[in-house]
């Protein structure tokens, strides 16, 4: 298939809204909820400093996402470049003139917000892979030649990541572009050997490469115990606050982990622990069956794109999405090391709720635009 190019969608407004999936909307704006409650009880019952914030952010890009949904997929396919490069640019600004925060340098500081690039260069990575495999063949995804240039668009990102630092960031883009790959239909081959480089470079990284406070991370995930004052500090009261709430919680606004302080970032990576506490394990499952429920729409939506652009699109968006909720909850429960990673409209932060409700957007998009049709 050379040159695809989508037919001119003849919906009108009120067709695409009829259109719009407003089941998933409805669990987007559920499980935001729950972030603002959550933030609002790691404030000590108060909706300043984070919870109001939260709920501005949220209806600034709730606009944005219903926009960016009923604007026709095929020009979200022709702006995928520019967006792509563009993301480049930013990280490139970070390196040279971002804003420094907890020792690292990941953020533009716009004044009003502090932008985090990399969060944003998640989706146009995934865009940018779904575009090139939109017109691949089985004998392409099978050719090693075909498969240099989504590595290219991989690692460039991935390489300016690495030098704010943020590992964790990193680790993730690789692993969405790992998920495009297999959806796309890359031979199993090339996992297994992807698999087996990996194992070869670990040791290497782990000798000239990563950061002291790097390793550090990982030798208190393999056992906090050993520096429970220190290093394993978070991940030890994580898991206090985790066995404290029970099965049904402490109440709300009754945890006492997180109200006397003990929960370190509470209102963003640790988010999930300060819930189970005051929810119980009960609570946590239902907030689990929430994400699993997006899951599955963003599934559906995908299988019902009659065009490969919108099936991957939507397909990479959820793997981004379910690997946040999978690697956050992870590490709270200490199976994980802990990286850093925002729960998906949960944790406090201006660009990953952005970034969140962006990618909602453009998995709409795919929804209501599923029947557009490709020519040859």
């Not at 660009?351 to 020519?375: E, N, P, Q």
Request: aromatic share 14%; charged share 10%; with cysteine.
């Amino acid at each position: 298939m050379s040159g695809p190019i989508f037919m001119q969608s003849d919906q009108s407004l009120m067709v695409k809204l009829r259109h719009l999936n407003w089941g998933l909307v409805l669990l987007i704006f559920i499980i935001a909820s729950i972030g603002f409650a959550a933030l609002y009880s790691a404030a000590g019952g108060s909706w300043d400093p984070w919870a109001s914030r939260q709920m501005q952010r949220f209806i600034i890009g709730m606009i944005g996402m219903f926009i960016i949904a009923l604007i026709d997929i095929k020009w979200w396919y022709k702006l995928v470049w520019p967006a792509y490069f563009i993301g480049i640019a930013l990280l490139i600004v970070v390196e040279l003139m971002g804003h420094v925060g907890m020792g690292a340098q990941r953020w533009i500081d716009l004044g009003f917000m502090k932008l985090q690039p990399s969060e944003m260069m998640k989706i146009a990575v995934v865009m940018a892979l779904a575009r090139y495999f939109h017109p691949a063949t089985v004998d392409d995804m099978r050719r090693l030649f075909f498969l240099i240039i989504p590595a290219i668009i991989v690692m460039v990102p991935v390489g300016l990541v690495l030098l704010q630092p943020d590992l964790g960031t990193s680790l993730m883009i690789i692993m969405a572009g790992a998920g495009m790959l297999f959806i796309a239909g890359a031979s199993i081959w090339l996992f297994v050997a992807g698999i087996a480089a990996v194992a070869a470079i670990i040791p290497i990284a782990w000798n000239f490469f990563l950061h002291d406070y790097q390793k550090k991370r990982v030798m208190t995930f393999l056992d906090p115990e050993s520096d429970p004052l220190g290093a394993g500090y978070h991940i030890t009261q994580s898991k206090i606050a985790l066995g404290s709430g029970g099965i049904d919680g402490r109440g709300f606004l009754e945890g006492t982990q997180s109200r006397l302080n003990f929960l370190p970032e509470k209102q963003t990576d640790f988010i999930f622990t300060l819930w189970a506490e005051e929810q119980g394990l009960f609570g946590g499952a239902i907030l689990l069956f929430l994400f699993a429920l997006v899951f599955y729409y963003c599934i559906w939506i995908a299988m019902k794109c009659r065009h490969n652009f919108g099936r991957y699109l939507a397909l990479g968006l959820m793997i981004n999405f379910s690997l946040y909720v999978f690697i956050n909850i992870g590490m709270v429960m200490g199976l994980l090391p802990v990286v850093g990673a925002p729960l998906p409209l949960i944790s406090y932060g201006g660009t990953s709720m952005l970034a969140a409700l962006i990618g909602f957007g453009l998995i709409m998009s795919c929804s209501i635009h599923s029947d557009s049709k490709v020519t040859r």
